[in-house]
């Protein structure tokens, strides 16, 4: 399968945040990707799914939440990485130049969280005017949201590692204030960063499955 690559800079005010595309020569979707803690565009992890949604059809945008000089200030703070607001507008940042990018038009579209990601992947489906197709959190902190949660509208699956047991007790938690349709499953003997063999392949296959479904009901709805 083709796929094509390129490095895109979104706008945020008056600076610009960084990301990769990755776009199959037939695409039936794209899935935005949003980060967790102190990691970056470039995280092996959320790159390994990417690679796997894209063998499925599905493009990819992975991005910096910050900027370079927000990272150089989080590095020795860490405090930009939780402020979930701020991350969630850079995602609906990422949202809105998506809608305006030739070679996704008119694709539905998903978010696939990690950690601190899947806040605010969570907060900026509860804010655009138009829902995203599926979300996704990956060892996630949807708590982190807050009532957020409540106001999704988007079809949600949380995926943690069974040895997780305070991230796996904080998404229980979210996974009932969560409306619609939704989700929770665990990976059994993964930890939090899904390093154990073979975990971060049933995270790539759960994902897969969720956002090639729903992406797929999205599409062929007018």
């Known amino acids: 399968m083709t796929i094509s690559e390129k490095t895109v800079s979104i706008p945020i005010g008056r600076g610009q945040i960084e990301g990769t595309l990755h776009v199959p ?15 970056s565009r470039f995280s092996t992890r ?7 949604l894209e063998q ?14 927000e990272e150089r200030a989080d590095s020795s703070s860490g405090l ?10 850079r995602v ?10 030739e070679s996704v038009t ?26 995203v197709a599926a979300i996704v959190s990956r060892g996630g902190r949807p708590d982190l949201a807050g009532p957020a949660l409540a106001r999704v509208r988007a ?24 409306p619609g349709e939704k989700r929770l499953e665990i990976v059994p003997g993964a930890t939090h960063l899904f390093e154990e063999a073979g975990a971060l392949d049933a995270v790539a296959r759960l994902a897969g499955d969720w956002f090639v479904h729903h992406l797929s009901i999205s599409q062929r709805t007018p």
């Open 92 to 101: 609906a940042a990422a949202t809105a130049w998506l809608h305006g990018e």
């Open 80 to 89: 930009l990485r939780f402020d979930i607001e701020l991350l969630a507008g």
């Open 56 to 69: 499925s059809g599905l493009a990819t945008l992975l991005i910096d939440l910050l900027t370079e000089e």
């Open 155 to 178: 079809p949600t699956l949380l995926i943690v590692g069974g040895l997780d047991t305070v991230v796996l007790e904080l998404n229980r938690e979210a996974l009932a204030e969560l």
């Open 46 to 52: 959320n790159r390994h799914v990417a690679s796997v």
């Open 106 to 131: 008119g694709l539905a579209l998903g978010y696939f969280g990690a950690s601190t990601g899947a806040a605010a992947a969570i907060v900026a489906d509860s804010e655009l005017p138009e829902p």
């Open 25 to 39: 020569e037939v695409a039936s979707g794209v899935v935005l990707f949003a980060h967790g803690s102190g990691s």
